[in-house]
């Protein structure tokens, strides 16, 4: 078997078999096949694309490429929730103990963020004492006793997906759905998940801009889960503007908590619900989805769910007393109002750029050497659709200098007001096939 056959094979829009892409993969990884002729493949699969079978061939060539986490001493079914990324995304902290609440078992691994805020275990660092430096052995007791635990990536996970990853960087090849997908998926599947439900976003602060590209590699993560075994569902949700009010991390910690207690922003608890009655469904714990969301709505009202936030973060060192009194989260030093020079109604908050506005406060990484400030951030005090007065907080900016003009500057450019806007739709559609 030779690449250059293959390249060809591919170029001409012919159906690879599974052990022609198993030979690609493995030859890649493992240095056989040179980062030319891999360029060259991922054009042709760009132009040429691939069937379904291709591309959960493709993702389980990915993850038998490395290590696969065993998650099999853990009771019952894993679901994991994996979000394609957005601006203010505080889902998981909401998530995960509001599912783990009714006792089905979240095993989270997470990664440290690069971008517009720190990642997962950046914003659960903002609780004194927090740290997802645990073992396996300890990890899996957690979850088996308390149906909750996060834990670091670790080991040697999908080395084809990291190595092809940053080819298709730099050769023009990253916008392709079944490379996209595969990319997800493997990494999803090599964690060690029974089922995984995906938050594809859409819009200005997504990768996907327009929901039709966001509803076709929804249907091809769907289609590859479960083509490969594991029950997959997707939600298609708008990040035209940052979800929730907080960007920063400890900011969107007590975003997350005031969403437990049922007083957090509309558009967050209405993504939370919606993911989660897929991740409770698909546990097998409800009879539909209806039923899955009455469930999670229940243990909101009776506190079970922020119990069991408290619960996680005193079982991983941190202080629960931050749920109570978030004044023990890290405080910026400053808080400079953004007010509105014009009334009317908010038209437009552009949520890449607001959240470029945050980064160069020192909430997110401009490179994976930046060190994170856990305190800063913006708090928004007007969506889209919201009516606004000339004078009005716009946004608050929590820094920790006092000259933000850039963040000022940055913030004017890409929130408009005009005479009239509607709130966007936020959930788009549901994928379940």
Do not use: W
């Not at 829009?13 to 990884?29: A, D, M, P, Q």
């Not at 957690?142 to 999908?158: F, W």
């Not at 909101?300 to 629960?320: T, V």
């Amino acid at each position: 078997m030779r690449m250059v056959d293959l390249i060809a094979k591919k170029r001409d829009g012919k159906e690879l078999t599974t052990e022609e892409i198993n030979f690609v993969i493995e030859g890649y990884t493992n240095g056989d096949i040179p980062d030319y002729q891999m360029s060259a493949f991922a054009m042709a699969t760009y132009f040429r694309d691939m069937t379904e079978r291709e591309r959960a061939d493709l993702t389980m060539a990915m993850v038998n490429s490395g290590d696969t986490i065993d998650l099999s001493a853990i009771e019952g079914i894993k679901v994991d929730k994996h979000s394609t990324g957005g601006v203010g995304d505080t889902t998981t902290l909401v998530l995960a103990p509001l599912v783990a609440a009714l006792d089905i078992p979240v095993a989270k691994m997470s990664g440290r963020g690069l971008g517009h805020t720190g990642g997962t275990i950046d914003k659960l660092e903002s609780i004194e004492g927090f740290h997802v430096e645990i073992s396996k052995d300890e990890f899996v007791s957690l979850v088996n006793n308390h149906k909750i635990a996060v834990i670091g990536q670790t080991g040697n996970l999908t080395p084809a997906d990291k190595k092809l990853y940053a080819l298709r960087d730099v050769t023009a090849t990253v916008n392709s759905i079944p490379l996209i997908a595969s990319s997800i998926m493997s990494k999803k599947i090599a964690a060690g998940s029974d089922a995984i439900v995906l938050d594809v976003k859409t819009g200005a602060g997504a990768f996907m801009k327009t929901p039709e590209d966001a509803k076709e590699l929804a249907h091809a993560m769907v289609s590859i889960g479960n083509n490969v075994g594991r029950k997959t569902m997707a939600v298609i949700s708008d990040m035209g503007q940052p979800l929730g009010r907080a960007i920063g991390n400890s900011l969107e910690v007590q975003e997350a908590i005031d969403t437990l207690r049922g007083h957090g922003p509309e558009d967050l608890e209405e993504l939370c619900l919606a993911l989660g009655r897929q991740m409770v469904y698909l546990a097998g714990k409800a009879s539909s989805l209806e039923d899955a969301e009455e469930q999670l709505k229940e243990v909101i009202r009776n506190c079970k769910a922020l119990d069991k936030f408290k619960e996680f973060i005193a079982n991983q060192g941190g202080n629960p007393e931050v749920v109570d009194h978030p004044e023990k989260l890290p405080q910026a030093a400053y808080r400079i109002e953004v007010p509105a020079r014009e009334d009317g109604v908010v038209a437009e908050i552009v949520a890449d750029e607001i959240g470029t506005a945050a980064m160069l406060l020192g909430a997110g990484r401009a490179t994976k050497e930046s060190e994170i400030d856990l305190a800063v951030g913006l708090m928004l005090n007007k969506k889209i659709g919201d009516a606004v007065k000339a004078g009005e907080s716009l946004v608050t900016i929590h820094a920790n200098r006092e000259k933000v003009d850039d963040v000022i500057e940055k913030i004017y450019a890409n929130i408009r007001i005009a005479n009239h806007a509607e709130a966007p739709v936020l959930v788009h559609e549901i994928v379940t096939e």
